[in-house]
């Protein structure tokens, strides 16, 4: 039995931003997101390109919940039900007590803070309603922007990978950042 469940829903909230459940009417944000190249670049997942594919990462996204395997937020600025970016926890591993957070927005909404502000809110129910140890992160060592939000919300290197996965005919290196509970300052 897991320490969390994740039905009903639990919508969350911060100071600029609202985060609610990915749903069916999010599918153009959700082909804007996972189907820009530029935006994709660092995530070794094919692109999602139209409707079908959209739904699919929908309905991937609602039975992760439903089965209590993992949880992802639309991201949306208050005021505003538009889905901005999709932050959550992969990977869920209740019996170590640790997880994977994952987190995109679309290229209109980066460089305001927002990545911050998400990951602070959903690190908070990590630790304190899934009672996690530790949230874990991994990045494409390329991927300086998300590097420096990591860091600026207090996560540490924990190792780099050399040429782990190979996706698209390419080996790629893959670092794992970690924040351990005792060390998140909300």
């Known amino acids: 039995m897991t320490p969390y ?5 639990p919508n969350l909230e911060s100071n600029r931003l609202t985060y609610r459940a990915v749903e069916k ?6 082909i804007a997101l996972r189907g820009n190249a530029e935006n994709m670049q660092y995530i070794p997942r094919p692109l999602v390109t ?3 594919e959209a739904l699919n990462h929908i309905k991937m996204i609602q039975d992760k919940i439903d089965s209590n395997e ?3 937020w639309a991201i949306t600025e208050k ?3 538009k889905m901005i970016g999709i932050i959550g926890h992969y990977k869920i591993k209740p019996e170590h007590f640790r997880c994977e957070i994952g987190y995109m927005l679309l290229p209109d909404y980066q460089n305001k803070g927002y990545v911050t502000e998400a990951i602070q809110t959903v690190l908070s129910y990590a630790f304190h309603n899934m009672k996690m140890n530790s949230v874990e992160a991994l ?3 390329r991927n300086t922007a998300s590097e420096r939000v990591l860091q600026k919300n207090g996560f540490i290197k924990e190792a780099h990978l050399i040429e782990n996965e190979y996706y698209n005919g390419n ?3 893959t670092v794992i950042y970690s924040l351990l509970k005792r060390n998140f300052i909300q």
């Open 70 to 72: 993992g949880i992802n």
């Open 79 to 81: 005021g505003n039900n």
């Open 50 to 52: 139209n409707i079908d």
């Open 171 to 173: 080996f790629i290196d």
């Open 5 to 9: 469940n994740f039905i009903p829903f």
């Open 139 to 141: 990045i494409d060592p």
């Open 25 to 30: 009417t999010d599918i153009n944000e959700v």
